[in-house]
């Protein structure tokens, strides 16, 4: 059983739907004091489906200060994940106004208020959720084949790793798990012929591996990686985000996000890369 919930605005009623595409039992704006006879109906197999994504969100209004102590007893009970639905507030303000919808908690004040009350309001769901993906950059295909890939595999995939590069100028990921700065390493983009480039192209690479301080910082967080994973799997966490960050996210960030993806998945768990920010400017 899957709680979705997040901020208005996130993305959750696509990735409901993506639960729907999936075989599950979807409800949506389910009464958070109707979750416990809920999910004891399901487990006692009530209503023949085997798997259920229930959307619980701020439309719940006070009854949403319920749900982390509901979730706590639902856990030593049942087969529960909790995934919260983030974004940067300029895109919610920007999906708002494209919409033309309006925010759950606009009092009047206009929806820039509205998201900054409601993020509030749901801190602490969100310190407790098991997934946290931000989808300020997914568009609503991507979202919907990031739900399909990640739940679709649960069964077969103890641990799903997703390895991102990213630009510390645009900000750190929110929902990355562990992060890791590669801003000590030479920096391609003060060679003329590279700048242009990104990571990912063999030239830009080479020349980043080329120095050794790459290459032993390589060898060392591949192995501290490998050593925590099995723990990782063993806590039952199901979903784990690497971050790497450099200045602008296009050069080296990109070339370590892609070595460590290749070293990982040899053997190991299914790997996922995305190179966030590597397609901005590069001036």
Do not use: W
């Amino acid at each position: 059983m899957v709680l979705l919930t997040g901020l208005s605005g996130s993305g959750k009623g696509s990735v409901l739907r993506a639960f729907e595409d999936l075989g599950y039992y979807c409800v949506d704006n389910l009464p958070v004091d109707l979750i416990p006879n809920f999910a004891a109906r399901f487990k006692r197999g009530i209503g023949e489906f085997e798997r259920a994504a229930l959307m619980v969100d701020a439309r719940e209004g006070e009854m949403l200060q319920l749900l982390p102590k509901i979730y706590r007893q639902l856990r030593k009970q049942h087969n529960v994940t909790l995934v919260f639905l983030d974004a940067g507030d300029e895109a919610l303000v920007r999906r708002f106004s494209e919409t033309r919808r309006p925010h759950p908690l606009d009092r009047g004040a206009g929806v820039r208020d509205a998201v900054r009350r409601e993020r509030q309001m749901m801190a602490p769901v969100r310190k407790m959720a098991d997934v946290v993906l931000d989808t300020t950059r997914f568009t609503v295909h991507e979202l919907r084949q990031f739900i399909i890939e990640r739940f679709l595999r649960a069964e077969r995939q103890p641990l799903l790793v997703s390895v991102v590069s990213f630009g510390f100028r645009h900000g750190v990921p929110q929902d990355a798990d562990l992060v890791f700065d590669v801003r000590f390493l030479p920096n391609p983009h003060f060679i003329p012929r590279f700048r242009p480039l990104s990571g990912a192209d063999p030239r830009v690479a080479r020349f980043i591996h080329s120095f050794p301080q790459t290459r032993r910082f390589l060898k060392q967080v591949t192995a501290l990686l490998k050593f925590l994973l099995p723990y990782y799997i063993r806590e039952g966490k199901s979903y784990l985000t690497i971050a790497f960050g450099c200045t602008g996210g296009r050069h080296r960030s990109v070339a370590m996000a892609e070595s460590v993806a290749r070293a990982l998945h040899k053997g190991g768990p299914a790997v996922r890369v995305a190179h966030r920010d590597v397609n901005r400017s590069a001036s």
